[in-house]
């Protein structure tokens, strides 16, 4: 079973910038087999959305409310999911969640349903 555990979440600014990380762990074949893995977030009375994926080759999708704002990469070696946010907007206020899902392909990489995998989440809170 993989676990996701992620870390970095807090209060900034309008302008600011923080860094998630995500953490994930298993038995060693369950990591091999993970392909996509990205970050949503959901706000107070939203539902969770899709910030960005990427997939184990390398090749990243980023929502349009993030681009040019957001970078996500990943360490395979220290089996490590990150999520660098800068330029900071009130409206990125979020639980923000980590997600994995080893489906050798997602025709649309920002459907919920296709990550069994989840983290706890981090809250984000950018102030005005």
């Known amino acids: 079973q993989v676990q996701l555990v992620e870390s970095g979440g807090g209060s900034v600014q309008s302008g600011g910038s923080l860094r998630l990380s995500c953490a994930a762990s298993g038995p060693s074949y369950a990591l091999s087999y993970l392909s996509y893995m990205g970050w949503f977030r959901q706000a107070p009375g939203k539902e969770r959305e899709g910030v960005a994926s990427i997939v184990d080759y390398g090749s990243t999708t980023y929502a349009d409310s993030v681009k040019g704002r957001f970078t996500i990469s990943q360490d395979n070696g220290k089996n490590t999911l990150y999520l660098q946010m800068n330029s900071l907007k009130p409206e990125d206020t979020a639980m923000y969640y980590c997600?994995?899902?080893?489906?050798?392909?997602?025709?649309?990489?920002?459907?919920?349903?296709?990550?069994?995998?989840w983290g706890q989440g981090t809250q984000v809170t950018v102030s005005s």
């Open positions: 997600a994995a899902t080893a489906r050798p392909y997602l025709r649309r990489v920002f459907d919920v349903g296709d990550y069994p995998y």
